[in-house]
Structures are given as C-alpha cells and as structure tokens.
C-alpha cells in the first residue's frame, strides 16, 4: 500500500527538524521526517565517540528562534546538543511526523504525476543486510538481489533531503584491511562495547574527529599508532563552562543571550576576510598555531611531524587543547610512512615495518564529495543525482539540481563553511525553501525545477570566487574534489549568502502549473 504526503523530509539533524518546525509555523501539517537511525539528532546522533563536541560556539550552533541559555560550555559535547535537538523536536511538535529507523532506499521522480516515488525499508534489516554483504554506508545496493530487506512505497509531492555533506563515513582502501582479525570499527560507529585498556591500537586518520576520540584512546590503551597522513594546523581551544551566573542572565534578560550570540557571530564572519579576501591575513593565525605546538611538544621530532607544509586555512583549521600533550606520550607513535597492507593483526607501512595490533579505529572522516549515495536519487529521465555530479556536485544556491523538480537541498554543495556555524546557513536555506512552497500554492504550480543556465551561471560565479581563496592553494582536502574543484565551501560572508536566499526567485526556475503527460511512468527503481 502506497502512503501519500505533501513533503518528505530525510534526515532528523538541524536540517530536517529545523525545515518541519518552519514546515508547521507557516501551516504545513502534511509532512513526514524519515530517519534511519532509532533516535533523532543526525550526525549528534551517530557521532557518540569519545570527546566528541563541537567546534563552534554553543551560542551560535542553535536555532536562532529557540536560543538556549542553558549550555553547559562554550563548546558544547554531543550529548548536551542532541539532547538540545530533542527538545526542539518534542517543544515544536514533530514527534508524531518522524518515522524512526526508516531508510531511505530510493527515490525517484514521476515525471508524469511530478511527484516524488519513495521507497523506504527497515535500517536494522537493512545493516544486517549490507554487514552479510560486506558493504559499507554509502556502497550501491544491487537492487536485482532477492535478499534486500522487503520495501515500502510512499509518494510526496516535494522532496528536502537534510542529510547533510558529512553523513556518509569514508574507509581507506588498504589491501587487506578485510582480512583484520583484531576489532575495528569508524568513528562514526564507535563500538562503545569493546575495552580499549590494555590495548594495541591503530589509528588511521587525523582529521576533526580524531583529533577528538585520539586523547580519549590514549587514557586506556597500552599503545596507540596514530597513522597520519597530512598533519592539521590546530589552534588552542577557548573553551570554558558557562557560569551560573551567566545562564541566569540568559534566562531572565534574553536580549543578553541574543547579544552574545551575536557578538560570536560578527567576530567568526571577520575571519572571511582571510579565506577569501587578504590569505596574508592568516598569517597570524599560523603563527598562533606554530606557538600552540611549541608550547605543547617538547620533542623537536615529533614537533615536525606534526607541522603542516601547507598554507594555514587551505585545509580545515581544528581546535584542541589536549591533542598535541596526548601524542607527547610515551606509549605513542605517529607514523607517517603510511600504511601498505594489513595481515592477520598486522599493519605493515610502507617501508615494510610491522606492528601488530588488536584494533584499528577508523578516523578518516565522510565522502563529502558523495554527500548523497549512488543508487538514491533519481530526477527526470531516471538520471542518478551522482551521474549528474560526474565533474562534481553542484547546485543552484546549494538547494536545487537541474532535472530533479521539486527536490531540496539543505546544506548542498558549496554551502559549507570554514569559519562559523552552519545552523546560519541551514536557516537560510529553509526560508528560500519555504517561500518556494508558498509561491507554489500561490500560484498553483505542481512542480518547479531550476534551469539549466540558472544552475551554470551561478556555479561559474561560486568557482571563480573560490579561485581567489585560501581553499585553492595546493593542498589535498575533502573540500576539493579529485579534479581540484570545491564542491564543499561557501566563498564569502554567510550574511551575503542569507541575502541570496531571502526570496525564492521563481524566474529561475520552470514552474509547470499541472501535472505534464509523457507517456508511461517508469517503476520506483
């Protein structure tokens, strides 16, 4: 039996939570929250690691209509912001819209009824699905398999996917990793379960998430290889708790928290002047991170391994306070041979020494150049949404796609940031989304779908901003595809970008009035 709905949103983060409360603010009712995990909370969901937080400031990293004077810290961990999430949830109502541990296994336009053919399956019988195969997150099902987890169809007039860019976990390709007979597990999916005290542990990875879980791993176990290929520039933390004092000035005088908020705000969008204006700007903070290592390694060796060659900004700058003092143990080893294979529990690098080991921790980050899995999302013509994205994904203002009508992007290409809180941008994104639902009823259009020209000029006034940037100065990060182009970032203030969404402007786009015959309906997938 097929189930019906105005909108279908995927996922339950800031993204998707967000969309449904402005969804019920402006009347909307008719609307589904598809998550695949059995809680809600997006990546502060699935990211449950040891340490993990994040690395904007609390104040800033909320929705700005429901501001919380009740942050523990400056930086808040991930269960202070899910639990935050949940409120939001349950206070707004959405509760009885969101359908947990519910995957979405396909989605595919009906260019006939111009709308949206979804089918969903169980998550649990899907993993242990994927696991029987050896697939990992974000692998293309072969949908011909009889053992696929039995499907449900739902059809929605618009689609919002609010997955976000870092959703899907990526693993290295290191020839015989398959074949480890020790536990390994990714960040993503910490396995709270096994006892690291006493342990023999690889790391593989040194990106955000691990500079977070590694000083955790370091407290329990006998020994930890830290495999690094490219080091951060790491800047020291300004994290503090909140004072009682201070949250009870929150509660009684709003205004101070939104005065906070804002001052946060104006001192982050500053550092737009270095990324993509003046990258002689960054100077300085290099200098600041060169001081945080000297003041943090006494070991002249290690001090070196842990210095980036590349310009301070062209990758993510991270923020730490116990990172650097963790390495300086003595039971542990970065490693920069890189790794050549794996056999039975040992890691061999790539001068042919080995290690034997008893776990290896994935912290080698998400597909962000994949932010929507092969196999998902199919427009007009039964176009594959990463067919599309061939020479890398792009979309008009991060939300709409070229020959994928009445599907929306929250927190799409080239919306990411390098200096301040994406929840700015997810907001902004909503309105512009918003007022195409509005202007949909408005004028009576059963579909709108960017033009192609809209979408390419566009794209080519990102790409030759970000041509100036700090983002394009050589270095190798998940902000640049394999072809040198940024799919990820936004080049500019998030001010301006808020300005571009303000209306949804409708000549940019096809708005078909009625539904448009064009012969027969192709199956769901």
């Given at each position: 039996m097929t189930q019906n709905t105005q909108v279908a949103i995927i996922g339950t983060g800031f993204s998707g939570l967000g969309m449904a409360i402005k969804l019920k603010e402006a009347g909307y009712n008719d609307f589904v929250i598809l998550e695949q995990s059995d809680d809600i909370g997006g990546t502060w969901h699935q990211n449950?690691?040891?340490?993990?937080?994040?690395?904007?400031?609390?104040?800033?990293?909320?929705?700005?209509?429901?501001?919380?004077?009740?942050?523990?810290?400056?930086?808040?961990?991930?269960?202070?912001?899910?639990?935050?999430?949940?409120?939001?949830?349950?206070?707004?109502?959405?509760?009885?819209?969101?359908?947990?541990?519910?995957?979405?296994?396909?989605?595919?336009?009906?260019?006939?009824?111009?709308?949206?053919?979804?089918?969903?399956?169980?998550?649990?019988?899907?993993?242990?699905?994927?696991?029987?195969?050896?697939?990992?997150?974000?692998?293309?099902?072969?949908?011909?398999?009889?053992?696929?987890?039995?499907l449900s169809a739902l059809t929605a007039d618009i689609l919002v996917s609010g997955m976000g860019g870092l959703s899907t976990p990526a693993y290295p390709d290191i020839k015989g990793i398959e074949t480890f007979t020790g536990k390994r597990f990714h960040s993503q999916n910490w396995n709270h379960d096994y006892?690291?005290?006493?342990?023999?542990?690889?790391?593989?990875?040194?990106?955000?998430?691990?500079?977070?879980?590694?000083?955790?791993?370091?407290?329990?176990?006998?020994?930890?290889?830290?495999?690094?290929?490219?080091?951060?520039?790491?800047?020291?933390?300004p994290d503090r708790a909140i004072r009682p004092v201070e949250k009870r000035l929150f509660r009684m005088l709003p205004q101070t928290l939104n005065a906070f908020r804002q001052s946060i705000y104006w001192t982050l969008e500053a550092r737009v002047l270095g990324f993509v204006g003046n990258p002689r700007i960054l100077k300085l903070g290099e200098l600041q991170a060169r001081r945080h290592i000297r003041n943090q390694i006494p070991d002249r060796e290690l001090r070196k391994k842990v210095t980036p060659d590349f310009h301070f900004g062209c990758k993510r700058v991270l923020i730490s306070n116990n990172y650097y003092p963790a390495l300086a143990q003595d039971h542990v080893d970065v490693l920069t041979d890189g790794i050549r294979e794996v056999r039975g529990r040992v890691v061999v690098d790539r001068n042919g020494n080995e290690r034997e080991v008893d776990c290896i921790i994935y912290g080698t980050g998400f597909r962000a150049q994949d932010p929507i899995p092969a196999g998902m999302i199919f427009g007009r013509n039964g176009q594959d949404l990463l067919d599309a994205w061939q020479d890398g994904a792009e979309a008009y203002k991060g939300t709409t796609v070229s020959g994928f009508p009445n599907f929306f992007m929250l927190m799409g290409p080239n919306t990411g940031l390098g200096h301040s809180s994406m929840v700015y941008m997810i907001e902004s994104q909503i309105r512009y989304v918003l007022d195409a639902l509005k202007k949909m009823d408005k004028h009576g259009w059963k579909s709108v779908e960017v033009k192609d020209d809209a979408l390419s000029q566009y794209n080519a006034s990102i790409h030759a901003k970000l041509g100036d940037s700090v983002w394009q100065t050589g270095c190798k990060s998940w902000y640049v595809n394999e072809n040198g182009k940024n799919t990820t970032l936004w080049p500019g203030f998030t001010w301006q970008f808020r300005q571009q969404t303000k209306r949804f402007d409708a000549g940019r786009y096809m708005c078909e009035p009625e539904a448009v015959e064009v012969g027969e309906a192709a199956p769901v997938l």
């Open positions: 449950h690691y040891p340490g993990c937080a994040c690395d904007v400031q609390s104040a800033l990293y909320s929705f700005s209509f429901e501001q919380n004077p009740e942050w523990s810290r400056m930086y808040a961990q991930q269960h202070e912001i899910k639990a935050y999430l949940k409120h939001c949830a349950e206070k707004y109502g959405l509760m009885k819209h969101i359908r947990l541990n519910t995957h979405v296994a396909g989605a595919r336009f009906d260019e006939r009824a111009q709308t949206w053919k979804l089918e969903t399956c169980d998550s649990a019988r899907l993993w242990a699905y994927r696991q029987k195969q050896g697939l990992n997150p974000g692998d293309r099902l072969d949908r011909k398999d009889e053992k696929l987890p039995e006892d690291l005290r006493g342990k023999r542990v690889a790391v593989i990875g040194t990106g955000a998430s691990a500079i977070q879980f590694v000083p955790e791993v370091v407290k329990q176990a006998a020994r930890v290889d830290l495999y690094q290929r490219t080091p951060p520039w790491i800047m020291p933390k």
